[in-house]
């Protein structure tokens, strides 16, 4: 149980263009979704933090009108990275409390940016 | 305070040693203290965690160790195997009490098990 789906795995756009990223609750209810980004050889670092129904709140450093989060039900959390460059490129991935489960992660989503 | 510290860097270790990874917090809020393994291309995932409320938790191969005098909490893998070769991140947050609080990671720790 406990599962969150991340679509696509992989993806690749042209600079320029913006690339949606979906999470889905499969079996429970996300109230908050967590957004991270991995660069190759690096841990996760926390992007932004989003509550079903409000405003994301984005970590220091993060562009939020690049990074744009959408968390419109408790079963769906999107990121889209609006006008994407190559420095965008990373691996992103989201993560969802489950209740006192502790934290349930996506298989994460592999952008390269052309 | 926000920070957690992990080491080594990277460990090789014989099939069928022990692999110990350590790690360091500051925020003596934290609450939750899990260890993810990641595969290449893969999200984490979890392997084991631990409260505070215990010294010590037992999975199969997988041991926590937890001090929380002197804030540390450390992941043993005992009879390594070559299929135990990924990444392994250390984290805390504040995730019980009602808080929704996000988990902080450790840098990470790329184990290789020699055959």
């Known amino acids: 149980g406990a599962v969150v789906s991340q679509h696509p795995s992989r993806v690749i756009c042209k600079s320029g263009t913006s690339v949606k990223i979906e999470c889905r609750s499969l079996?429970?209810?996300?109230?908050?979704m967590f957004w991270y980004r991995q660069f190759p050889k690096q841990s996760l670092m926390l992007m932004a933090t989003?509550?079903?129904?409000?405003?994301?709140?984005?970590e220091q450093g993060v562009e939020k009108d690049k990074f744009l989060i959408n968390h419109a039900s408790l079963t769906l959390s999107t990121l889209t990275v609006t006008s994407a460059h190559p420095e965008d490129s990373s691996f992103y991935i989201c993560s969802a409390r489950v209740g006192g489960r502790g934290y349930t992660f996506g298989s994460g989503t592999r952008l390269t940016v052309v | 305070q926000q920070q957690v510290k992990q080491s080594p860097q990277s460990l090789i270790v014989q099939k069928g040693g022990i692999s110990i990874i350590n790690c360091a917090y500051e925020n003596t809020a934290f609450d939750y203290f899990p260890w993810y393994q990641q595969f290449p291309g893969k999200g984490p995932a979890l392997l084991i965690a631990?409260?505070?409320?215990?010294s010590e938790k037992k999975e199969g191969r997988f041991t926590i160790s937890f001090n929380k005098s002197a804030k540390q909490f450390s992941l043993h893998i005992m009879d390594s195997q070559p299929g135990d070769s990924a990444t392994y991140f250390c984290?805390?947050?504040?995730?019980?009490?009602?808080?929704?609080?996000?988990?902080?990671f450790g840098k990470g720790t790329k184990l290789s098990v020699k055959p």
């Open positions: 079996d429970f209810q996300a109230t908050t």
């Open positions: 631990i409260r505070p409320d215990v």
């Open positions: 989003s509550n079903e129904g409000s405003k994301a709140t984005y």
């Open positions: 984290a805390a947050s504040r995730a019980y009490g009602g808080s929704q609080g996000n988990l902080i």
